[in-house]
């Protein structure tokens, strides 16, 4: 069956620091991969997206970096702030390319001062 | 402004009694969808619309019914809520073929079922 995983527990860093956020996936062949984030009782919000054949990319403090071998992902912001805490979503599409995101269980970071 | 409505924000309703929760876009999007949150449990896929008159399941789409007859409209039907579909719902749109494709997402709706 399709699985995007992120890790469950809590990623707990010191403001200034670089946060590494990591997004597995299994039986997808996926066009490209999203990147969301989410405060609490609030809709997502869109961040980036990577592209299947993009290795990197990057956005202000952002990094999103794909492996389609490994079927992985990896977010990071570097400088981190307190106010980057909030839970971060990858997504990929549904199905090949149709732009309808299915969503992991999401990573909560907590960035403290 | 580019936005996607969804009424009500919070629902409070008693077992059986069907429901309907709203979707609009104005970004003329052709993909709609809606989501479920659940505590642990992530944001899963209900129901999802590549166009008018074009919907399929997502991940759990048991109890629920959707209808897509004009492309900014994608109401969430529950014709007979139980107390498990007590939850946050997402109602999201998107576009294809754009260089930064994104999912826009609504407010929330909050629905107890009692």
């Known amino acids: 069956s399709q699985k995007i995983e992120q890790n469950s527990e809590a990623l707990n860093i010191q403001e200034g620091k670089t946060a590494t956020l990591t997004c597995n996936y299994t039986n997808y062949s996926p066009a490209y991969l999203q990147w969301y984030r989410q405060d609490p009782g609030r809709g997502p919000v869109f961040l980036l997206l990577?592209?299947?054949?993009?290795k990197e990319k990057r956005k202000e403090r952002l990094k999103v970096t794909f492996d389609t071998t490994l079927k992985q992902s990896l977010f990071h912001i570097t400088a981190s702030q307190p106010a980057d805490s909030a839970t971060y979503l990858c997504?990929?599409?549904?199905?090949?390319?149709?732009?309808?995101?299915?969503f992991g269980r999401g990573t909560s970071l907590i960035v403290h001062p | 402004e580019a936005q996607v409505t969804q009424n009500p924000r919070y629902l409070i309703t008693v077992t059986g009694k069907k429901l309907t929760v709203t979707c609009s876009q104005n970004?003329?999007?052709?993909?709609m969808s809606w989501y479920r949150q659940d505590p642990g449990l992530g944001l899963r896929q209900i129901y999802y619309?590549?166009?008018?008159?074009?919907?399929d399941k997502g991940d759990v789409p048991e109890g629920y019914k959707v209808s897509r007859k004009e492309k900014r409209n994608f109401p969430l039907i529950l014709e007979s809520p139980s107390p498990n579909q007590t939850s946050l719902y997402f109602c999201?749109?998107?576009?294809?073929?754009?260089?930064?494709?994104?999912?826009?997402f609504g407010q929330g709706t909050r629905l107890t079922v009692v």
């Open positions: 997504a990929l599409d549904r199905s090949g390319g149709s732009y309808i995101p299915t």
């Open positions: 990577i592209r299947e054949n993009e």
């Open positions: 999201a749109s998107s576009a294809p073929g754009r260089l930064n494709t994104e999912a826009f």
């Open positions: 970004m003329n999007h052709e993909y």
């Open positions: 619309s590549m166009n008018v008159e074009v919907t």
